[in-house]
Nanobody
């Protein structure tokens, strides 16, 4: 059974940082693409970043470039999303995705 579990969300002030984690299991972690998505209130879910676990190739949406960093730890079946210089527009539920499998999401709120 594939399981995807996110953690690390919370309330942070503008300009602050958060480290999100995604632990995924039930498949070959060493050869997949794992992505982070987010959904703000009243908006459609959008991609943030993804990483290929086989070689570490990364992709970022424009708004994430220079502020967010995705990384992997194959030994722990974990992908991290380090978010810095956070803005109120970054508020939303952040989801981890592997193929057709989604986690339950973790809430990120950026507010003073």
């Amino acid at each position: 059974e594939v399981q995807v579990v996110e953690s690390g969300g919370g309330l942070v002030q503008p300009g602050g940082s958060l480290l999100l984690s995604c632990v995924a299991s039930g498949f070959d972690f060493d050869d997949v693409t794992i992505g982070w998505f987010r959904q703000a209130p009243g908006k459609r879910r959008e991609g943030v970043s993804c990483i290929k676990t086989i070689d570490g190739t990364t992709t970022y949406l424009d708004f994430a470039k220079g502020r967010f960093s995705i990384s992997k730890d194959n030994a722990k079946n974990t992908v991290h999303l380090n978010m810095t210089a956070l803005k109120p527009d970054d508020t939303g539920v952040y989801y981890c995705n592997v193929g057709d499998n989604w986690g339950q999401g973790t809430q990120v709120t950026v507010s003073s």
